[in-house]
Every structure is written in structure tokens, then in C-alpha cells.
């Protein structure tokens, strides 16, 4: 398996009363057709990739939906 390197990250606007958020690296999505999340909070934790039509539809839907 080929590990990519490091992306540079964006953290959501929007968080809970008690600062949880996550951060993505939607620049990604280009280059690698994939988008890597993780926990804002805690970034040692491993974090996971999806796909980039997955995420674009994950972010239409939030968008839609006022999630």
C-alpha cells in the first residue's frame, strides 16, 4: 500500500457546544480521488479516507440539510 503524504488540512465551521469538529483535506480530492477526515480534538487518533463523489455528496446533503 503506497502512503500519501501529509495533506494540509481545513477544520468544519460548524461545531457542537463542546468544541468537537472534524478536519478534512478536500485539496486532496484532486490529486488522489480521495478526501482524508479526522477528529479535530484528538489527531492522533487514526482518521479514515472516502472517496471524493462520497464526500461531495456527504457535503451537499449537510449543505441541504442544515446538518
Not at 500500500?1 to 481545513?10: D, F, I, K, S
Not at 488522489?32 to 479516507?49: E, I
Request: net charge positive; aromatic share 10%; no cysteine.
Amino acid at each position: 500500500m503506497t502512503r500519501l503524504p501529509e495533506p494540509g488540512r481545513a477544520r468544519s465551521s460548524y461545531s457542537a457546544n463542546n468544541g468537537e469538529r472534524i478536519e478534512w483535506a478536500a485539496t486532496h480530492a484532486a490529486a488522489y480521488g480521495q478526501v482524508p477526515v479526522r477528529d479535530s480534538k484528538d489527531t492522533a487518533l487514526p482518521g479514515f479516507t472516502v472517496a471524493a463523489p462520497a464526500w461531495s455528496a456527504f457535503v451537499d446533503y449537510a449543505k441541504s440539510a442544515r446538518v
